[in-house]
């Protein structure tokens, strides 16, 4: 699939590698939410850009949304746990995160779900991943970004100021404790010129 990126001026490599996880930021959101930050954790990560919008079969969906069925705006592929990942330095992130979080999850991240953001048309509306022990348990998402920047937005759950997060060329946050129940996030449409971005999404198993 092609599509063009313009690179980072800060990611000037095609070495894929992972940084340390020690440099995370926590931020605390109440009622037992919270969000960990590390802006470039890994570095090639336009290379890695590049690899997946060619490699990833990606697929186009549609859903029904109130009484029509409308296209889903972004392509999406993805891997349940044991499936063979499109990358291998996608493999040693998800075993990275699964060990540096092990303590809080007690349980290790399995699967991963990648969204393509081919420009700034494409989106995902407000939700948390409620769909299964998400909406029960505190449980933990991960997203690791490469390509352009996009916002991503967070919010209470019901209404509240919302946060603004850009992230790409190889940013990670990650959301825990509470925060897939009491708090929401999106991917919002935008008229600036916004180049195409991939989120690689890792999950424990039974988290939607």
Not at 6 to 14: A, K, M, P, V
Not at 53 to 67: F, G, K, L
């Amino acid at each position: 699939m092609a599509t063009h990126l313009q690179g980072s001026l800060f990611d000037q490599t095609d070495e894929l590698h992972l940084g340390p996880l020690n440099g995370t930021r926590r931020t605390a959101l109440g009622a037992g939410a919270w969000i960990d930050l590390l802006p470039g954790w890994l570095g090639g990560a336009d290379e890695l850009f590049a690899r997946l919008s060619a490699d990833v079969p990606w697929r186009a969906e549609r859903r029904q949304m109130y009484e029509q069925v409308v296209d889903v705006p972004r392509l999406l592929s993805y891997y349940s746990a044991g499936d063979t990942l499109p990358h291998p330095v996608l493999d040693e992130a998800r075993d990275a995160l699964s060990a540096h979080y092990a303590g809080e999850l007690g349980e290790s991240f399995t699967t991963a779900g990648l969204c393509y953001y081919r420009d700034g048309r494409d989106s995902v509306a407000w939700h948390g991943d409620r769909i299964g022990r998400g909406a029960r348990e505190d449980t933990m998402v991960a997203i690791l970004s490469v390509g352009a920047p996009r916002d991503l937005l967070l919010r209470p759950r019901g209404g509240g100021e919302t946060m603004r997060r850009p992230l790409g060329h190889g940013d990670l946050i990650v959301m825990g404790g509470s925060c897939q129940r009491t708090w929401e996030h999106a991917i919002p449409k935008s008229a600036r010129a916004s180049g195409p971005r991939i989120s690689i999404q890792f999950r424990p198993t039974g988290v939607n």
